[in-house]
């Protein structure tokens, strides 16, 4: 049996499976709640995973590795604000979004959010769909690119042949099975990536001498790619890029693709039990990531593009079906995040638009199929996308991740811990954070050393969000409401204790 | 230098993993023994 056709039985059993679990989630698809939350039922180690793999795309295998390769030991300020990202979305963010989503039976982030401002002219459901759409249309296409250059980089196939393959699969089980056979998926592609970023970092090095001949060859090359500040050192562009390596955990706090996995959980025990399984998976993601990457920079050193660090180890330091293994990963990293945009654009257009706003009227199964058809609609355009002349590249993915993130997360924060948040600072916040994020990369990142959209998006959501709240009445019964829901939550670090009548609940 | 790399990179790197893990380990302690009641049913 020749190399390339181990890898592709590996791949045909890989995707082999995907399509099963996509014809074994379909049987929960035939209305809106079961194709986009997967009725709510699902246990802590599947959010879990489908959270982690969802954050972590293919940037994570070819970007992240890069980023190792690139700057060295810098690049663990990644993993720093990723691993609190994730936890701080599970000790503090998760349950209180279960309860309140829970309270309302809301299906999208959009719908918690118009019944959290009490919002019946739908502006806040309008904002969300056109920011969401805009956003995961060119991030899904990012991630088809990656698919093509996969195919490409282990297998010498056409990049086209790539692209189509990989959407192909995808859209077939998020289509046919939606929301569970989306997690479910996740879930399996998120074990496939935990074990290869294990295992890569340890055989890299194994084949750079050991610790201290890989750090050795590191060094030799440049000392500074060894140190925290980099070969850019205390610089205000050192600390910008800092600044902006940690920010991109922020959006963990409350990308609506994140959030979606917590509103699915079966109830708030497990999200307790998936803390745990996520923070360690993280850790192992991002650390695995970047210390390949290093191991990569002693092993094979002067590569003009970084990003091909981990095709390149995976099959030079693997045999074959190793190397089929690691393509496979590549299209987990890819396919657990296209999927989950897709649907999640889908859900903005038939529950958000279509349901709630134009046909309240249509019944759930017509409704499902809507869904699916979107669904279609949306990964088809997606593919000519990637097929285009300009083929989007990876710092889309962070700039598509930061707009989403910085629409949401400050609205969804001031939302949850915050009861004096009104309808129009929620509406101003997410049009500020995305409108900031967008002018910024547009027209002022190259003048500030570069930072990452992130952090003025982020900061222009806040600013708007509690500004114009300030200034403005929240909805009536909004305060009880929250009141009453931190009550049940109850603290991250104590006991809940239910108040006595007449008792301010602990918040 | 401290196994070939410095006290400020080992630094980095125990945080970027230690500080997730140090809240995620009080936050279970906190909750462990929580009786199912307490928690939010669908």
């Given at each position: 049996v020749t190399a390339s056709a181990t890898i592709v039985g590996i791949l045909v059993a890989y995707l082999a499976i995907l399509l099963a679990i996509g014809v074994w989630g379909?049987?929960?698809?035939?209305?809106v709640k079961g194709y986009y939350v997967?009725?709510?039922?699902?246990?802590s180690w599947v959010i879990a995973f489908s959270s982690n793999s969802t954050g972590e795309s293919a940037w994570l295998l070819l970007g992240l590795t890069g980023m190792g390769y690139l700057v060295g030991v810098h690049a663990f300020w990644v993993v720093l604000g990723e691993v609190l990202g994730v936890t701080l979305a599970w000790v503090f963010v998760a349950r209180p979004f279960k309860a309140y989503t829970d309270r309302y039976d809301s299906v999208t982030v959009p719908d918690f959010l118009a019944d959290r401002f009490r919002d019946r002219s739908h502006v806040l459901r309008l904002v969300s769909a056109f920011i969401i759409l805009s956003m995961t249309a060119a991030y899904t296409a990012a991630q088809l690119t990656a698919s093509g250059k996969a195919f490409s980089a282990f297998l010498g196939a056409e990049y086209t042949t790539g692209v189509l393959v990989g959407a192909a699969i995808v859209l077939f089980y998020t289509t046919v099975g939606g929301f569970k056979a989306v997690a479910y998926s996740d879930l399996l592609q998120g074990v496939l990536m935990f074990l290869c970023l294990l295992l890569l970092p340890i055989v890299g090095i194994a084949a750079a001498g050991g610790w201290t001949a890989m750090l050795d060859s590191v060094r030799a090359q440049d000392?500074?790619?060894?140190?925290?500040?980099?070969?850019?050192?205390?610089?205000p562009a050192g600390v910008a890029s800092v600044a902006g390596f940690v920010a991109?955990?922020?959006?963990?706090?409350?990308a609506p693709q994140l959030l979606t996995r917590f509103m699915a959980a079966r109830d708030t025990r497990q999200i307790t039990h998936g803390s745990l399984i996520a923070v360690l998976c993280i850790i192992v993601f991002d650390v695995g990531a970047v210390t390949a990457g290093i191991a990569g920079r002693a092993l094979?050193?002067?590569?003009?593009?970084?990003?091909?660090i981990y095709p390149l180890m995976g099959s030079e330091l693997f045999p074959a079906v190793f190397t089929g293994i690691f393509l496979v990963v590549v299209l987990a990293a890819m396919m657990s995040t296209t999927d989950s945009l897709l649907i999640l654009a889908s859900s903005a257009v038939?529950?958000?638009?279509?349901?709630?706003?134009?046909?309240?009227?249509?019944p759930q199964r017509t409704l499902a199929r809507y869904g699916k058809a979107t669904t279609v609609v949306l990964g088809t355009g997606a593919i000519f996308m990637a097929l285009g002349e300009v083929r989007v590249i990876f710092w889309f993915v962070l700039f598509a991740w930061s707009g989403l993130a910085c629409a949401f997360t400050p609205v969804v924060l001031c939302a949850l811990?915050?009861?004096?948040?009104t309808r129009a600072g929620a509406v101003a916040g997410m049009v500020a954070g995305f409108v900031a994020t967008v002018a910024w990369v547009l027209f002022f990142k190259t003048g500030f050393?570069?930072?990452?959209?992130m952090i003025p998006g982020f900061l222009a959501g806040l600013l708007f969000t509690v500004g114009v709240s300030l200034v403005t009445e929240p909805p009536g019964g909004a305060a009880e409401e929250h009141d009453a829901v931190w009550a049940e939550v109850g603290p991250a670090f104590r006991p809940a204790v239910q108040p006595s009548a007449g008792e301010s609940p602990v918040v | 230098m401290l196994a070939g790399l410095s006290l400020a990179s080992w630094a980095l790197i125990l945080v970027a993993v230690g500080a997730g893990l140090a809240i995620e380990i009080a936050f279970l302690r906190a909750h462990?023994?929580?009786?199912?009641?307490?928690d939010h049913p669908r």
């Amino acid at each position: 049996v020749t190399a390339s056709a181990t890898i592709v039985g590996i791949l045909v059993a890989y995707l082999a499976i995907l399509l099963a679990i996509g014809v074994w989630g379909g049987r929960g698809s035939g209305d809106v709640k079961g194709y986009y939350v997967a009725g709510k039922k699902l246990p802590s180690w599947v959010i879990a995973f489908s959270s982690n793999s969802t954050g972590e795309s293919a940037w994570l295998l070819l970007g992240l590795t890069g980023m190792g390769y690139l700057v060295g030991v810098h690049a663990f300020w990644v993993v720093l604000g990723e691993v609190l990202g994730v936890t701080l979305a599970w000790v503090f963010v998760a349950r209180p979004f279960k309860a309140y989503t829970d309270r309302y039976d809301s299906v999208t982030v959009p719908d918690f959010l118009a019944d959290r401002f009490r919002d019946r002219s739908h502006v806040l459901r309008l904002v969300s769909a056109f920011i969401i759409l805009s956003m995961t249309a060119a991030y899904t296409a990012a991630q088809l690119t990656a698919s093509g250059k996969a195919f490409s980089a282990f297998l010498g196939a056409e990049y086209t042949t790539g692209v189509l393959v990989g959407a192909a699969i995808v859209l077939f089980y998020t289509t046919v099975g939606g929301f569970k056979a989306v997690a479910y998926s996740d879930l399996l592609q998120g074990v496939l990536m935990f074990l290869c970023l294990l295992l890569l970092p340890i055989v890299g090095i194994a084949a750079a001498g050991g610790w201290t001949a890989m750090l050795d060859s590191v060094r030799a090359q440049d000392p500074l790619l060894l140190e925290p500040m980099g070969t850019l050192g205390f610089t205000p562009a050192g600390v910008a890029s800092v600044a902006g390596f940690v920010a991109i955990g922020v959006a963990f706090l409350g990308a609506p693709q994140l959030l979606t996995r917590f509103m699915a959980a079966r109830d708030t025990r497990q999200i307790t039990h998936g803390s745990l399984i996520a923070v360690l998976c993280i850790i192992v993601f991002d650390v695995g990531a970047v210390t390949a990457g290093i191991a990569g920079r002693a092993l094979y050193p002067g590569l003009a593009d970084p990003e091909t660090i981990y095709p390149l180890m995976g099959s030079e330091l693997f045999p074959a079906v190793f190397t089929g293994i690691f393509l496979v990963v590549v299209l987990a990293a890819m396919m657990s995040t296209t999927d989950s945009l897709l649907i999640l654009a889908s859900s903005a257009v038939v529950r958000d638009v279509l349901q709630k706003v134009i046909r309240p009227d249509l019944p759930q199964r017509t409704l499902a199929r809507y869904g699916k058809a979107t669904t279609v609609v949306l990964g088809t355009g997606a593919i000519f996308m990637a097929l285009g002349e300009v083929r989007v590249i990876f710092w889309f993915v962070l700039f598509a991740w930061s707009g989403l993130a910085c629409a949401f997360t400050p609205v969804v924060l001031c939302a949850l811990f915050w009861k004096r948040t009104t309808r129009a600072g929620a509406v101003a916040g997410m049009v500020a954070g995305f409108v900031a994020t967008v002018a910024w990369v547009l027209f002022f990142k190259t003048g500030f050393y570069e930072l990452y959209e992130m952090i003025p998006g982020f900061l222009a959501g806040l600013l708007f969000t509690v500004g114009v709240s300030l200034v403005t009445e929240p909805p009536g019964g909004a305060a009880e409401e929250h009141d009453a829901v931190w009550a049940e939550v109850g603290p991250a670090f104590r006991p809940a204790v239910q108040p006595s009548a007449g008792e301010s609940p602990v918040v | 230098m401290l196994a070939g790399l410095s006290l400020a990179s080992w630094a980095l790197i125990l945080v970027a993993v230690g500080a997730g893990l140090a809240i995620e380990i009080a936050f279970l302690r906190a909750h462990r023994g929580r009786p199912p009641s307490e928690d939010h049913p669908r």
